[in-house]
């Protein structure tokens, strides 16, 4: 039997307890938003086939848990990721200046190919604590495709899921960037904590 996609693309997301990792799971694989959620424990995982350009492609999206005593487990997971979202809340000043703690733990476990967009959580709120710029701001010192978005008004949500596949697409497609399934040798890892000399930024309409 045939399969009804052509390709799976596991995905991780990524980010402190309680900025919303599970509510956007939710809203982008069953179009639904909640406004409680209980803390995941440990892993959980959701599946979606998208349009990606005329090719159905199967995205796995694991939702991981922020607390620092599962932070071990989670590391497990990163073996044959391929795309990571890592989420911030811009109500939750400390959930930003976690941020390079997340890149550090991704450039320790992830592939070096693998695809990182950094988005930020509730940008509908008025209590908002880190602004639009400071997010663009450290996306492009660490070169790192950004939205804001939304999982009450559903806003950029598809955009960012949608960015990650197309970019992981581009990689499969270059023969240079083969994706690997086991954590990279330390020699081989980037280093994601030193800016890139060519910055630049992602918005929803450039991916």
């Not at 199967?58 to 990571?84: C, P």
């Not at 999982?151 to 023969?175: L, S, T, V, W, Y």
Request: net charge negative; hydrophobic share 35%.
């Amino acid at each position: 039997m045939a399969l009804d996609f052509a390709a799976t693309y596991k995905i991780l997301v990524l980010g402190d307890s309680n900025v919303g990792k599970t509510c956007i799971v939710h809203r982008f694989c069953d179009e639904r938003y909640y406004e409680t959620y209980i803390s995941t424990i440990g892993i959980d995982f959701k599946q979606k086939i998208i349009n990606l350009d005329g090719v159905p492609i199967k995205l796995q999206i694991w939702d991981t848990a922020g607390q620092e005593r599962f932070r071990t487990l989670t590391t497990a997971y990163y073996r044959g990721a391929m795309g990571i979202l890592l989420l911030y809340d811009v109500t939750n000043l400390e959930s930003f200046n976690h941020i390079t703690y997340w890149l550090q733990n991704i450039e320790e476990n992830a592939s070096p190919h693998c695809i990182t967009v950094l988005a930020g959580n509730k940008c509908e709120s008025k209590d908002r604590l880190v602004d639009t710029d400071n997010g663009q701001k450290i996306a492009e010192h660490f070169d790192l495709p950004f939205f804001e978005v939304s999982c009450k008004d559903n806003i950029n949500i598809e955009a960012c899921f949608m960015c990650i596949a197309r970019k992981i697409r581009q990689k499969r497609e270059d023969k240079d960037y083969p994706f690997l399934d086991a954590p990279p040798n330390q020699d081989d890892k980037p280093d994601l904590l030193k800016p890139k000399t060519d910055l630049r930024s992602c918005t929803s309409s450039s991916c």
